[in-house]
């Protein structure tokens, strides 16, 4: 392939590494991970809520990884409730895979910033260690993939598993108890299966530009071994 379209392949590739890297930074501190409902059990039981009755008992929730908001409706209309996982709710989540999940969206973002550096660096420099020419961009691709693939494997366990927004849903409740009415994940948790999903890309962008895979043999040298061998 000419050099100016490897150029221009390196250089989209560097920007959407970049944009991710953003996008991963910036779905970090929003609240934006999970969005639901939650029913106020104790209370639909007390008056024998049915139909239309039980929409004032259902209150709404969403949370990050950080911060979230909780809007508790017992009959008595909206009761919002902002918390914070750090220091509030380390005794009721499961902390281990939840600052497992804050880690690894912090090493995707270093390293997708990192390949972006290098998709750049082979774009309009010269290639001079391993690690700066295809084996390294193969690399950076594949742990930010392998990052993102993880983050959303480790949330959603803590999600669906774990019945993260009913432990949230009754942080603080002495006698009333809530159960999770629907939940569905929110923008910010997509926008890391994005992310994942162009870093896939970027690997296959390398192999468009003309790189062989990583650790493959080209059939040249099989041939010239093989010949060397018949000499013998």
């Avoid at 991710?20 to 039981?45: K, M």
Wanted: aromatic fraction near 14%; hydrophobic fraction near 50%; charge should be positive.
């Amino acid at each position: 392939m000419p050099a100016q379209q490897k150029k221009i392949i390196f250089c989209i590739a560097g920007v959407l590494s970049f944009a991710c890297a953003l996008g991963t930074a910036a779905a970090v501190g929003t609240q934006l991970w999970v969005t639901g409902t939650i029913l106020c059990q104790t209370g639909a039981l007390l008056v024998n809520a049915t139909g239309q009755e039980m929409d004032k008992f259902i209150g709404k929730i969403q949370y990050g990884l950080f911060t979230g908001e909780r809007v508790r409706q017992c009959g008595l209309g909206g009761r919002p409730f902002q918390f914070s996982f750090f220091p509030d709710l380390l005794k009721i989540i499961p902390a281990s895979i939840h600052v497992s999940v804050i880690l690894f969206c912090t090493v995707l973002i270093v390293f997708a910033l990192v390949g972006a550096g290098f998709f750049m660096f082979n774009a309009f420099g010269s290639p001079y260690e391993t690690l700066h020419g295809p084996i390294g961009l193969y690399l950076w691709s594949f742990i930010s993939c392998c990052c993102g693939c993880l983050i959303m494997i480790l949330f959603s366990s803590e999600v669906k598993i774990h019945h993260l927004s009913e432990k949230i849903a009754n942080f603080k409740e002495g006698s009333f108890t809530f159960k999770t009415h629907s939940e569905q994940f929110a923008n910010s948790f997509w926008i890391v299966l994005v992310c994942s999903l162009v870093h896939f890309l970027n690997a296959l962008l390398i192999r468009f530009a003309g790189f062989e895979f990583p650790f493959s043999k080209s059939k040249d040298s099989g041939t010239t071994t093989g010949a060397v061998d018949l000499m013998y």
